[in-house]
């Protein structure tokens, strides 16, 4: 917040890259930006950023709540250098061309100055109808955006609801409310935008057969979430709406206003997240509240394509034991008395009609574009598809129609979490190009004091108490614990600051610091994880080492917790001010490690995303190293012929292998393999035997990025490999281009999906096999008309747009006929006639089909020697079926667990070569945000062994969570400082305390021990 | 001992437990303020030794609190705290303490209302065993001698 104001002198000086909308997405694009060192202007329409993620309880595929993951990320953010988030903004209008765009922003009242604001909550508590807070169901904020950071965190005024202004102005003890406060209109130098405007979720009340919006017990899946939600209505317990009691039998139907026919109320495509979110609000309904709670989920295909989401819904069934029914019920019917509701069902294998009773129907809504997007397309002068959504490039799905403006998140698509981080990091990186990044200057560093030396003076304490107004002052008396911390003999100065992070106190410390020469400071106010790195910044402006102050959490931990009992909450407090300023007795300075890092990038692997990534890095003046063990660029896309959309993808690749070939930045090196690996994020050496005499080779590289790829599937089942007309959907793609002849002699095609996936041995969805064969499919429907086309499948996961390929499909004539896991089709070559005999549902008996041609769906299988051999030699983690494990699923979908590591394309999980080209790009964009930073700071909190005490008992090398200590030549144990994460579990196993880990060591946290009960140390 | 109130050590791991204690703050979910914690980096850097002193000193009972098993932000610290709070538990077992003085506790960063929940029961499982029995030793040497 306070940078919102610092910012905007230096920033209208220079041009930034304007994101518009404050979700994950336009988050995530912004921190990339700021952090490779690009000014960035993030506005968002609402009165605090965080968009559609905060709404949500849980998320999967781990259900847990992961915006606690983010958060910490955000508070970074707070100390970016190069962002300033603007809320209640939007664009009039964007003038100019790439890259010298100027846009309009406005700026709405708040009526709240967010540098004075709190964020007490007295304004919202006495007069909840004049304050704004929070989306959703409910005025609180949901639970993970409490960080004071993650949004400004602050309220906004609804001025319309005020009917005396005089009452707010008096409640507000900082003095922040703004009466006056006006519409602002700025002009900004922009060089691209980004825009992650998200989509609306779709108001079901126009489901009259459903009810919503009637019958109080028929939710959306977005009001199901707020229900469980902690945060929510209900304060996190499951309860109906009509009578607050528990449901025993909730269900949920799916493609609720998705891929429908009936365009007054449905829209024809999918929404792509509803399965998953279905799946994990059954199973956190049992998990969380009763197992016994009956669960149903009513669906049409079951679409569980992404990373291991298979492996979710195969929980889902067999673990939670969530009812699944195929069948899109045609009508809910409320019971008046009991407010239950009767859902009307058929199934494809059965002539009549069921009806059943549930307490709460959830209907599972998609994404729409609502008409405020359709406008501000209209402003930026972008095309938007026929389903409203931005038109993007085919093989560059970031770019819109216009250049210098880039799409990411569900504006591009409907899409979930992990697929909107990689976008946005994608057209982050995009962004990125058409602005250098501002080098640091070397002054900003310097400006800093050099630090004194405090090792010979004795402590001369400073405590520092803030009352945070009513927040601390106002539950207890700050004197009293100033009058108590005085009665220290070292504490040289203890004084009460009014807010202490206000810049009027920091100064004020400051000044205390140097008249007095402190050299031990306690800041008794809010929390460490919040507010320790500005105190730790005012230590070194003071001239100290920025490791001897301690702050002692006064607010989150004791006022606010404690605020039913005062009196006790002042004893606590000064018992928690001791604690900390016996700490800081034994506090030492430390010493940042840092290294300066290399410039370079190894990319492994030339298919398409690596090549994408190398030219994403190479265009921003970095040097790759791109390494493929084939004798040629291009990999498994090369004996691709065209996409679903109908993009050339032969021509594609021609001019990317030649754009790869000659950037001056790049050096392919082909026929190469890595043979190699040491060093630490920033400051790799990697050696390579390359060429048809294995030369080797050594490179030193900051980043790398894994493109390995994956391998197309060959199961050796239904005659794959003993009969030509049975092949794989690859090899029918070079057959319809390359032989037309062949394809108009076919009478009847038979495409079986599910060819070797969602089965043991190969348990996740391939993703991209259902829209290759309705690709197919077409294709051959092009070429030869009259051929009759059956595609037997298991669930249909046209997901997106794609849905329109599949109903163009069915319109076409091709025959979907469904088949089970457990009764899989059968495929006969009788004297060179090919047939295949399957269950028809809707017949209730098998059929038999004869075949021309059969074309396998294969997917992908994980390239298990490869993956196997990079994860040892890199120490990478890999999935159970031998993909690489991104650091987060959720949140981190390209970075790996070690730092410096990037993962793209098909080594991370099956999906399309427009996805592909996406990871590439985020995973240069990740690999970018790192390389800015120029230096390598590894921190102070690493172990250290003492080698005297050390009796090389091999307990440390055991107990390392990541392998860092070894025995060194001189026989002790060593832990590289560059290495060490700072957890601190060697130093608490080693039976001869011979490592302690710095900042936390054994007698600061004795001395501590100390504080709460002896008191003097 | 009618108006014991225990003195109560939790040793909190950075991100979660500590953060879910700054969490039940701002959600202003009142809990004991007998609870003071004491910020470690990860459970895994808790020492039994830590545990024991802070008893010594005069703690009535001590808890570690990390992250939810398999959630550890360094892989897997809570697991082996849980192992030296089993093994602390042992030991007060042997000297014939309750081991129920020591605990393990798991939470993610979200669960404000799990830390106040817990921290509720603890302090309330300490105040029906009564002070730590060095205390009550300290006050009372005759009874000391006794023994």
């Known amino acids: ?1017 | 001992m009618n108006n014991f109130e225990p003195e109560i050590v939790a040793f909190c791991c950075h991100y979660c437990a500590y953060t879910a204690a700054d969490m039940a703050g701002s959600k202003r979910i009142f809990y004991p303020p007998n609870v003071k914690i004491i910020r470690v980096p990860c459970t895994g850097k808790v020492d039994a030794i830590h545990i024991l002193k802070a008893l010594e000193k005069g703690a009535d009972g001590v808890y570690v609190a990390g992250c939810l098993e398999g959630d550890c932000h360094f892989k897997n610290g809570n697991t082996r705290a849980k192992h030296r709070v089993t093994y602390v538990q042992k030991y007060l077992n042997d000297l014939g303490w309750e081991t129920q003085r020591v605990a393990m506790m798991n939470m993610s960063a979200g669960m404000g209302e799990r830390f106040a929940g817990t921290a509720r029961e603890f302090t309330e499982q300490i105040r029906q065993l009564g002070p730590n029995p060095i205390k009550i030793a300290a006050r009372n040497p005759k009874e000391q001698a006794a023994i």
Request: a negative charge.
């Open chain 1, 1 to 1017: 917040m306070q940078q919102h104001k610092d910012m905007n002198d230096q920033q209208y000086n220079g041009k930034s890259v304007l994101v518009i909308g404050g979700g994950v997405g336009g988050i995530r694009a912004t921190l990339d930006l700021a952090e490779s060192g690009r000014n960035v202007v993030l506005i968002d329409k609402s009165y605090a950023i965080g968009g559609l993620m905060t709404q949500l309880d849980r998320t999967f595929p781990t259900n847990n709540c992961d915006l606690c993951t983010v958060s910490p990320h955000l508070s970074e953010s707070g100390r970016q250098q190069h962002m300033d988030v603007m809320p209640m903004t939007t664009l009039e209008n964007l003038t100019g061309g790439s890259p010298d765009f100027t846009a309009t922003l406005v700026t709405q009242p708040r009526y709240i100055d967010i540098n004075k604001c709190t964020a007490c909550g007295e304004c919202a508590k006495r007069y909840p109808d004049w304050v704004r807070f929070t989306p959703g169901l409910d005025p609180r904020a949901p639970t993970c955006m409490r960080y004071p950071q993650a949004t400004p965190y602050a309220f906004s005024i609804d001025m319309d609801k005020v009917t005396d202004i005089k009452k707010l102005q008096n409640i507000c003890k900082a003095n922040a409310i703004l009466p006056d406060d006006k519409a602002v209109t700025k002009k900004q130098s922009v060089a691209s935008v980004v825009l992650s405007v998200g989509a609306d979720v779709f108001d079901s009340t126009c489901l009259d057969n459903y009810g919503a919006g009637n019958y109080e017990n028929v939710v959306t899946g977005l009001q199901y979430e707020r229900i469980m939600s902690a945060s929510g209505p209900f304060q996190g317990d499951l309860a109906r709406v009509s009578d607050r009691k528990r449901p025993k039998k909730v269900a949920w139907i799916q493609c609720a206003g998705s891929r429908g026919i009936n365009s007054k109320r449905d829209v024809p495509y999918c929404s792509s997240v509803c399965c998953m979110y279905a799946l994990k609000e059954a199973m956190v309904t049992k998990e969380r509240f009763a197992k016994e709670i009956e669960t149903t989920i009513f669906y049409m295909d079951m679409r569980t394509f992404g990373k291991d989401y298979e492996n979710y819904f195969d929980r889902a069934q067999n673990e939670y034991g969530i009812r699944m029914v195929r069948s899109r019920p045609h009508s809910l019917v409320e019971d008046a008395q009991t407010k239950n509701l009767t859902v009307t069902y058929a199934q494809e294998e059965e002539p009549q009609c069921h009806t059943e009773s549930f307490d709460m129907v959830v209907l599972s809504t998609g994404f729409r574009i609502g008409e405020e997007t359709k406008d501000l397309a209209g402003r930026l002068g972008i095309e938007l598809n026929r389903h409203h959504f931005a038109q993007s490039d085919t093989f560059n799905p970031v770019q819109t129609s216009k250049a210098g403006v880039y799409v990411c998140g569900v504006f591009e698509s409907p899409k979930d979490i992990p697929e909107t981080m990689v976008q946005a990091s994608a057209a982050a990186s995009m962004a990125a190009t058409n602005l250098p990044a501002i080098v640091t200057d070397q002054a900003e560093k310097e400006k800093f004091l050099p630090e004194r030396n405090v090792s010979q003076e004795p402590e001369k304490i400073g405590v520092f108490v803030c009352d945070c107004g009513f927040d601390i002052g106002g539950v207890i008396d700050v004197q009293k614990i100033v009058e108590y911390a005085g009665t220290n003999p070292d504490v040289a100065v203890a004084q009460a600051v009014g807010y202490g992070c206000s810049s009027e106190s920091m100064a004020h410390i400051e000044k205390q610091i140097k008249d007095h020469q402190l050299n031990r400071v306690v800041i008794a106010g809010c929390s460490p994880r919040t507010h320790e790195t500005k105190f730790q910044d005012l230590l070194r402006r003071a001239g100290l080492n920025k490791y001897l102050v301690e702050m002692v959490n006064l607010r989150d931990q004791n006022t606010w917790a404690h605020m039913d009992a005062p009196k006790e909450a002042l004893k606590k407090a000064i018992k928690l001010v001791q604690i900390g300023i016996s700490g800081v007795r034994r506090s030492r300075p430390l010493l940042d490690n840092t290294l300066p890092m290399s410039q370079n990038a190894l990319v492994i692997g030339g298919g398409v995303t690596g090549m994408n990534a190398a030219l994403m890095l190479a265009k921003q003046g970095i040097q790759v190293y791109l390494v493929e063990r084939a004798p040629a660029l291009g990999g498994l896309a090369r004996s691709i012929q065209k996409t679903i959309e109908g993009g050339d993808v032969g021509a594609y690749m021609d001019d990317l292998i030649k754009r790869t070939m000659a950037h001056e930045n790049i050096q392919v090196l082909t026929r190469s393999i890595i043979v190699d690996h040491a060093g630490i994020p920033g400051l790799f050496t990697t050696g390579i035997q390359t060429g048809l005499r294995m030369t080797y080779l050594k490179i030193e590289h900051a980043v790398t990025i894994l493109a390995t790829g994956a391998l197309p599937n060959r199961p050796d089942e239904y005659l794959l490999g003993l009969n030509e007309n049975v092949m794989t959907q690859i090899d029918l793609d070079t057959l319809i281009e390359d032989d037309t002849d062949k394809i108009q002699g076919m009478n009847q095609v038979v495409m079986i999906q599910c060819a070797g996936s969602r089965e043991p041995g190969n348990p996740n969805c391939s993703r991209i096999c259902c829209q290759t064969a309705i690709k197919n499919a077409l294709r051959i429907k092009k070429t030869n008309p009259d051929a009759d086309i059956f595609i037997l499948y298991r669930d249909i996961r046209t997901y997106g747009f794609q849905e329109d390929y599949y109903r163009e499909a069915r319109n076409l004539g091709i025959k979907f006929i469904r088949y089970k896991a457990s009764q899989k089709p059968e495929v006969k070559d009788s004297a060179g006639e090919l047939s295949v005999k399957t269950h028809d549902f809707i017949l209730g008996q098998p059929i038999e089909i004869a075949a021309d041609c059969i074309a396998l769906s294969t997917g992908f299988i994980a390239d298990d020697e490869t993956t196997e051999d990079l994860s040892m030699m890199f120490h990478l983690p890999r999935t159970r079926d031998h993909y690489f494990l991104e650091d987060h699923v959720k949140l981190r979908p390209v970075d790996m667990s070690v730092r410096g590591f990037f993962i793209a394309g098909t080594a991370h999980s099956p999906q399309s070569i427009r996805e592909s080209v996406n990871q590439a790009q985020a995973a240069a964009g990740r690999a970018v945000t790192l390389l800015a930073k120029k230096e390598i700071n590894l921190g102070a909190a690493h172990a250290r062994v003492d080698s005297t005490k050390c009796a090389s008992c091999l307990i440390c090398v055991r107990a390392c969570p990541f392998d860092i200590p070894f025995i060194n030549a001189e026989g002790y144990s060593q832990i590289d400082p560059d290495k060490c994460h700072g957890c601190g579990t060697c130093a608490a196993d080693c039976p001869a305390k011979a490592i302690q880990l710095l900042s936390f060591e054994d007698d600061q946290i004795m001395a501590k021990l100390d504080g709460l009960f002896e008191r003097y140390n």
